[in-house]
């Protein structure tokens, strides 16, 4: 039997809320500046911590998926502005419960299902393949929703062919 190794990139789309608030996070920094210089210099520490905020949470803003899949098991990292790396999770197909597309009548249940946490590592493209997850943890239940390429499909419908549902 042979191992499969797939990794895959996946770009998230720039929403208009994330623009808008890279906007106003430099106009703020810019007026603070100018206020701190013109009106009174303790405006400055406005500045500042508005400089603070903006390093830390412009790279945020600019999120790419990488989805490494290796033999049943697929680990989902955050890479923030080309430059950080976060591990956002592991799933283990043995802990998966269905594996559907989002739009599939098959998740209907876990969708009405309030308590269910639902975590986007999607592009959210319009036209995107996404596919929701339902899988379980020490934490609970929770619905992952990725866009797989084909290869990791057909791998994880072979793996858990009850479990995986591709149309």
Known sequence: MSDLYVELLVKKKKTP?????????????????FAGLFIHPLILIAAIALGILAYFKMPSLDLEFEYLYVN????????????????????????????????????????????LKI??????????????????DEKGMKMVLFEPNQAILDDMRRIAPRKVKLS
């Open 72 to 115: 049943g098991e697929l680990d989902i990292d955050k890479i923030m502005s080309k430059v950080k790396r976060k591990r956002v999770g592991r799933f283990d197909m043995e802990k998966v419960e269905m594996v559907a597309p989002w739009k599939s009548h098959e998740l209907d249940y876990y969708k009405q299902n309030k308590s």
């Open 17 to 33: 809320k994330d623009t808008m608030l890279k906007v106003l996070l430099i106009v703020g920094i810019v007026l603070t500046i």
């Open 119 to 136: 975590q986007d590592y999607s592009s959210g493209e319009e036209n995107a393949n996404i596919y929701a997850m339902v899988t379980s």
